[in-house]
Nanobody, 126 residues
Framework: VQLQASGGGSVQAGGSLRLACRVF????????IGWFRQAPGKEREAISA????????FYADSVRGRFTTSRDDAKNTVYLQMNDLNAEDTAVYSC????????????????????WGQGTLVTVSS
């Protein structure tokens, strides 16, 4: 399986971006997906995750209320809608997947994920 992340870019503070994580070779029913970010000089952190049955989601405190994870099964794609962005959101964002057919769990640790997409850079200017 491969994951392809896209949608990063530069935006002013208060603006929005939508990241996409497309899953190849398997349907989303097979993969729990997580979104991570790594800011310069900081450790990678989990910011959002969605279970493979699509029913359960996780948000880190730093993004809850501003970011929303959703999925489009027809496009085999998970989205991260990011609103009200601020400078602290500047980071390389990556999506990751771990196989669990129609599972109800989401995962927030990097070592729980087996497949990673390439990162996409989000830059927020104040």
């Amino acid at each position: 399986v491969q994951l392809q992340a896209s949608g990063g870019g530069s935006v002013q503070a208060g603006g929005s971006l939508r990241l996409a994580c497309r899953v190849f070779d398997f349907t989303l029913d097979y993969y729990a997906i997580g979104w991570f970010r790594q800011a310069p000089g900081k450790e990678r952190e989990a910011i959002s995750a969605i279970s493979s049955n699509g029913e359960n989601t996780f948000y880190a405190d730093s993004v809850r209320g501003r970011f929303t994870t959703s999925r489009d099964d027809a496009k085999n794609t998970v989205y991260l809608q990011m609103n009200d962005l601020n400078a602290e959101d500047t980071a390389v964002y990556s999506c990751a997947g771990t196989i669990e057919y129609k599972g109800s769990s989401y995962y927030t640790e990097t070592d729980e994920y087996r497949v990673w997409g390439q990162g996409t850079l989000v830059t927020v200017s104040s």
